[in-house]
């Protein structure tokens, strides 16, 4: 199975290159969570919390939004908030190729 690549940029600006394979991980949060940070993702993958936002800085992924996650972005006061998604509902495949996401700290903005 051909490795896939994702650039996240963490809340202090630092930069991480992440290699996996598709469905390796549930969610892009899953895989943030073993490789970055483990304090995002509250409410572990419900879109109740809102933790584990994060902003599409490069990519055009095909993922589809639900109601329960725009509901809870709406919920996060940033500008652009549309350019927001929650790790948790994004999964993990090979449209995320060469994305660039970066977390946001929406405990600052909530």
Known sequence: MTSET???TDSF???YSLNYKKNEYP????LIKDHIITSIGDCKGRAWCGTCAVRLLKGNPQIDIETPEM???QEIK?????E???ACQIPLNS???KNHWEIID?????
Do not use: A, F, P, V
């Open 6 to 8: 994702i650039q996240i």
């Open 13 to 15: 600006g630092n930069s």
């Open 27 to 30: 969610s892009l949060l899953e």
């Open 71 to 73: 509901q809870k972005l």
């Open 78 to 82: 940033i500008n652009n908030w549309t």
């Open 84 to 86: 927001l998604r929650l």
């Open 95 to 97: 449209s995320l190729h």
């Open 106 to 110: 929406s405990r600052k903005h909530m």
